[in-house]
Nanobody, 122 residues
Framework: VQLQASGGGLVQAGGSLRLSCAASGGTFRRHYMGWLRQAPGKEREFVAAITVTGSSTYYADSVKGRFTISRDNAKNTVYLQMNSLKPEDTAVYYC????????????????WGLGTLVTVSS
């Protein structure tokens, strides 16, 4: 499955952004989906994940209560609503997909595409 993330940009601290990820070329509804991010000079890290039906979601402690992941299987799209953004959320955000759950939450998914840059100013 091919993934294309969009929706990044520049926002002030405390603001919100909504990222989208469109999937193509595969069976979207069979994939666990997630978001990873990589800040300048840091390793890629897990942000959020969602099960194939969307019934369960998982978050890194650093974003819990501020970010919400969701998916629309009819549109082959996964979203990340980011509220109360902080400067430390600045990173390139990548959409991730895998037919197994663990690779997504471990930050090593089988599929991940071009990211979208999120910059949070203080």
């Amino acid at each position: 499955v091919q993934l294309q993330a969009s929706g990044g940009g520049l926002v002030q601290a405390g603001g919100s952004l909504r990222l989208s990820c469109a999937a193509s070329g595969g069976t979207f509804r069979r994939h666990y989906m997630g978001w990873l991010r990589q800040a300048p000079g840091k390793e890629r890290e897990f942000v959020a994940a969602i099960t194939v039906t969307g019934s369960s979601t998982y978050y890194a402690d650093s974003v819990k209560g501020r970010f919400t992941i969701s998916r629309d299987n009819a549109k082959n799209t996964v979203y990340l609503q980011m509220n109360s953004l902080k400067p430390e959320d600045t990173a390139v955000y990548y959409c991730a997909a895998d037919v197994r759950f663990r690779p997504v939450v471990s930050g090593s998914p089988g599929n991940w595409g071009l990211g979208t840059l999120v910059t949070v100013s203080s």
